[in-house]
Structure formats: C-alpha cells, structure tokens
C-alpha cells in the first residue's frame, strides 16, 4: 500500500470515528431526559423515604424544598442537566456520597464479572458452536441445540441460586456467595479496581487465589445464560461458511478437512464480533440479579438498592454509566469493522 494511499485511509478512519462519537452526544441527551422524566413518574417519594414514616408533613415539605423536588420539572431537569455537565451527578440519599464516587466504587466490580463472564462464553461458545456446523447431527450439534434451548429456558438468578446450592453448599467445593472476597481478606491496593488485576500487580497471591474463587460462579452463570447466542450465531455463521464455494474447490485441491476448517473458522468469526459485541453490552444489564444473588457490591446490586429507596439520583447515575458503556462498546464494534471491511469507509 503507497503511503498516499495509508495516508487516506487513515483520515477516513479519523472522521468515521469522529461522527460516530458526535452520533453519541443527541443519544446521551435524549436518554438523560426520558430517564429524568419517567423516574418522577413512578410511585414513590423520596423525602417521604427520607424523612421516615413518622416525620410530620411540614418536614417532608420542608425536605422537598430542600432537595428542590418542589420544583416544576422543567427546572428541576435544567438544574441536572447543568450539575451533569460539570461532571457531578449528585448525591445519594442512601449512602450520602457523591453518585459520581459510587459509580467509580463499584463499576470496577461490574466490569471485572462481566468481563469474565465475556470471556467464558467465548471460550466454550465458539468452539462448540464451530464443531456443531462441522458435523450437523453429531455429538456437539446436539451438545450446541441442548445448551441454546437450556440456557434460556430460566433466568440469570435462578441459575446462580442452583449453583450456589449443588456447588456450595452441597458440594462444598465453591466459594461462598458473600461478595469479591471472604470476609477475613482486605482488598488489594486499588489500581484498576478489579481485584484479580490488582492482587497480582501487587503480587498479592492469596487475595488472587480467592478473588478468582469468588468470581468463578458469577461469572459462569452470566456465561451460561447470555452465551448462548453466541454459540447459535456462531454455528450458524459456520454452517454459510462451510458451504461456500471456496472451500469445495480447498476440498477438491486435495487439502484435508481440517485445514478448510481452520480456514472457515477464520471466516466465520468475523460475523460473531457482532453478537460478541451486543452480548458484552447486554451483559451489564444482566448483571443486576446475579450481582444481588452472589452481594456481588457492584453496580447492580447498587442500582437494586437505589430503586427501592426512589433514590432519584444514583438510579440516574447508574443508568447515565450503563449507557455511556454500551454506546461505548457499539461505538468501538462500529471502529473494527472499519478496520475489517474498506467498503464500509466510503460507505458512511
């Protein structure tokens, strides 16, 4: 490639990138303002929770006005909108911290289980969806139907309770459901916040091997269950593949049948970066119950909390950050196709 030519490509890739993350902005704006409004639509007062079952109406006008909810929300709306464009997000009425402190407290944990979870359903979901398409009716082509149909037959939390009973406490053999770390354990010095990273930058061994403990079952049951579209898309991205012309002609070349495999498999993954993508964004939505399951600590069982206790504010932070993570994890799939397919350059 002449370097003129790399030169092109590479401003094209800038300004696809950079009208991507414009695209981000009306996104963001228009989520804030339907989050804001249908949270004061609910049932539920917070300066009534606030104050407590025996506060006197006075107090609670006078909380109200205090927290500025007597306000019409059109102002009420403006008054967030600028707090959230100097970077503040209010504060909690449950923990009485900065939301914005919360949500660096505790989205290193989500981050870390669904990270962990990602990883395992590729590890098992594209081999067994690739060797499924391989032999269509054998052993792992059924092993693939079965898992597709289990996985979401049940919900996320019931599975995590299921596991908790065979492998914890009938078996004994599993770490107890009490949050990243038993209770006798201090948490390794914060770096990146996910404690199997940081135990072993400090070279904490202990803490590792128990952190690892702790997020083996989480991470499983969110794996099982959001794992198997990825085992369906890549089995049925395998099966066009392995029908292409090409590889009858490999056939007919005389190259053996796991070479054209090796080949197809190639090919076939370029497809899944898309459902790898969605179920990695869709993962921190489904994190909510297991969190709660597992006192997990992270973003979920936080946002459980905060809508309980009509905790307008961290509910608001906590939806703000799942977003600006999906958009985020859209926005970079969107950047490797570019790098995968040209035609998509000139085409946007």
């Known amino acids: 490639m002449s370097p003129r030519l790399r ?9 696809y990138a950079l ?33 407590g079952p025996t506060a006197s109406p006075e107090t609670i006008a006078r909380i109200r006005h205090d927290l500025g909810l007597d306000e019409p929300i059109v ?44 990883l395992i359903a590729l590890a098992v979901g594209i081999p067994l969806g690739a060797l499924g398409a391989r032999k269509p009716r054998g052993v792992a082509d059924r092993a693939t139907r079965s898992y597709g149909l289990l996985a979401g037959s049940l919900p996320d939390f019931w599975w995590g309770l299921m596991l908790i009973f065979i492998f914890f406490t009938t078996l004994d053999v599993a770490a107890a459901p009490v949050g990243r770390l038993d209770i006798g354990f201090v948490p390794p010095d914060r770096i990146t ?32 269950v959001y794992g198997g579209p ?16 090409y ?8 190259l053996s049948r796991w070479t054209l495999f090796r080949y197809a498999l190639r090919n076939a993954l370029v497809p899944a970066v898309t459902m790898t993508g969605i179920t990695y964004a869709y993962l921190i939505g489904g994190a909510v119950l297991v969190e709660t399951v597992f006192s997990w600590g992270g973003l979920g069982q936080y946002a459980v909390r ?8 961290a509910v608001s932070g906590t939806v703000l950050t799942t977003t600006v ?11 490797v196709y570019v790098l995968i397919d040209p035609r998509i350059r000139y085409s946007s």
């Open 7 to 15: 030169s092109r490509l590479g401003r094209l890739r800038r300004s």
């Open 19 to 51: 009208r991507r993350v414009a695209v981000m902005i009306p996104q963001l704006f228009g989520i804030t303002l339907v989050v804001f409004v249908l949270l004061r639509l609910f049932p539920g007062d917070p300066a009534y929770l606030f104050a």
């Open 75 to 118: 102002v009420q709306y403006l008054h967030y909108l600028r707090d959230l464009l100097h970077g503040n997000l209010g504060t909690s009425l449950v923990t009485s911290q900065p939301v914005r402190t919360d949500m660096l407290e505790r989205f290193p944990a989500t981050l870390e289980l669904i990270t962990a979870a990602l």
């Open 193 to 224: 916040g996910f404690y199997t990273v940081d135990s072993l930058l400090t070279g904490n061994w202990a803490t590792f091997t128990n952190a690892v403990s702790h997020l083996i079952l989480p991470a499983f049951t969110l794996a099982f």
């Open 230 to 245: 990825i085992v369906k898309h890549m089995r049925a991205s395998m099966t066009n593949v392995l029908d292409a012309p």
């Open 247 to 254: 590889l009858a002609y490999g056939s007919m070349c005389g």
């Open 306 to 313: 905060a809508i309980t206790s009509s905790d307008y504010l």
């Open 325 to 335: 993570f999906a958009l985020v994890v859209y926005a970079v799939l969107d950047l």
